[in-house]
């Protein structure tokens, strides 16, 4: 005899609402432990980007601790034309932490977006070759420029000495390089979109020939033709490969999650009905009797007008 619409047949377990509440939160507890952990193991992942902005708060933090101390450094890692001869790793690396007028926070969220997306694109080796390559490139030809126009007499001896510290070439350089390589649309959208906002002012003195404006020109344009090299276009495409695959696969395990042990068991996702909240519904004699007869018994519970056709137990 089919049963009355709503009524559950003898062996049917039914999961009540506080059980679903309570794998929600259950579910969100593991998430919230997921970015916890990502978070964590950031810097490990990403240690050039990590070193950068340990770099710029270190050095902000004995800005206001010591500034005479920290005025002191600015002169002696700046990359003048001189110190660039003498010791010019020392003052290459010295350089880029120091933040001289403004916040920090700027510096550190686009170090993070250029710097983080474009190691996460290329891995930390090849990043750090493109953005050290484009700060010492960029560097090279402002400086370089600089005592040409000394040499020539277009500017005075005095023009050598200048302050030229910061980390505005290596950002530069990361923005362009994600800008052109071939990784995600989100990231490359971003990057855009910070980089058409700085650029103007980055580039605006170089009308006047000053070394800013020309050492931020060659870090974008530096950093453009290291995303247009093949090598590192295969790198980026694969990177963005497995990225797509990453996430389909977290989607998938995701929805895998969702289901309950019932529905595990019988291959599928459950039926499910709202009456009083949500009502999980699963014949506990189909485990015994094979994947078929639970997913029939199942149906039959919730369709009962259907009916049975001949021969279905």
Do not use: K
Request: proline share 7%.
């Amino acid at each position: 005899m089919t049963p009355p619409a709503g009524a559950r047949s003898p062996g049917a377990v039914v999961a009540l609402p506080e059980v679903s509440a309570v794998r929600e939160v259950s579910a969100g507890r593991w998430r919230a432990a997921g970015v916890a952990v990502r978070l964590v193991g950031a810097p490990r992942a990403y240690p050039v980007t990590a070193l950068l902005m340990t770099a710029l708060l270190t050095a902000r933090i004995l800005r206001h601790v010591t500034p005479e101390l920290v005025h002191r450094w600015w002169w002696a890692t700046s990359t003048s034309l001189d110190q660039l001869a003498h010791h010019p790793l020392g003052v290459l690396f010295g350089s880029i932490p120091w933040v001289t007028g403004g916040p920090v926070i700027p510096w550190l969220a686009l170090a993070a977006l250029a710097v983080g997306g474009l190691e996460a694109t290329l891995g930390s080796v090849a990043a750090f070759a493109v953005v050290f390559g484009g700060h010492t490139g960029a560097t090279l030809i402002s400086e370089g420029i600089l005592g040409l126009r000394v040499a020539t007499g277009n500017l005075p001896s005095s023009a050598l000495h200048i302050l030229d510290v910061g980390p505005s070439y290596v950002v530069a350089t990361a923005l362009a390089a994600v800008a052109v390589l071939p990784t995600s649309r989100r990231l490359r959208l971003s990057c855009a979109v910070a980089l058409g906002a700085i650029a103007p002012a980055m580039m605006f003195d170089l009308v006047y020939g000053d070394v800013d404006g020309i050492g931020h020109t060659a870090a974008f344009a530096l950093g453009a033709l290291a995303a247009a090299l093949p090598a590192l276009r295969r790198r980026a495409a694969r990177s963005a490969s497995h990225a797509t695959a990453g996430s389909v696969g977290r989607a998938v395990r995701s929805a895998a999650g969702r289901c309950g042990p019932a529905d595990r068991s019988a291959g599928g996702v459950g039926v499910e009905e709202t009456v009083a909240g949500p009502v999980r519904v699963a014949d506990a004699h189909g485990a015994g009797g094979g994947e078929e007869t639970s997913r029939r018994r199942v149906l039959d519970v919730h369709q009962p007008a259907l009916g049975r056709p001949a021969g279905m137990p």
